[in-house]
């Protein structure tokens, strides 16, 4: 069966989104948005006690949903909680690990050895991190 991208142009997988609770939405914007260069495909407040925002790329079948439950405390995530980011241009990955910088995130040592030889890690707000691999 044929999915349709919300612009309309057809997909052959259906779209994924992963979600994540958050605690602090701006903080959040300044990480995946301004730091990794997602876009805000939506947002929303005082849903039924929930806020959040859904970040991707345009023209791509997946999203990231951040929710802040309204009372709840976000758990820690493990080091191995992580978003890898496949980024094969050298000049697309050194300026998505500029962007990150510009934005006031450092890069951290990864958990597992692998990533720190095939990109660099950051941590965002919530402890969740993502890996900018500079691979296919």
Request: some cysteine.
């Amino acid at each position: 069966m044929l999915s349709t991208w919300r612009e309309g142009s057809p997909v052959i997988a259906p779209v994924l989104r992963v979600a994540r609770a958050c605690s602090d939405l701006d903080r959040a914007r300044r990480f995946y948005c301004d730091g990794l260069g997602l876009a805000v495909l939506a947002e929303f407040a005082d849903h039924e006690g929930f806020d959040g925002l859904v970040l991707g790329m345009p023209g791509v079948p997946w999203h990231l949903e951040l929710v802040v439950e309204h009372g709840a405390m976000v758990a820690s995530p493990s080091p191995e909680d992580l978003i890898v980011l496949f980024e094969a241009d050298p000049a697309a990955y050194a300026q998505r690990q500029r962007q990150l910088l510009e934005a006031g995130f450092a890069a951290v040592r990864s958990n597992n050895p692998y990533w720190d030889r095939c990109g660099v890690t950051f941590e965002g707000p919530e402890g969740y991190r993502t890996v900018i691999a500079n691979r296919a």
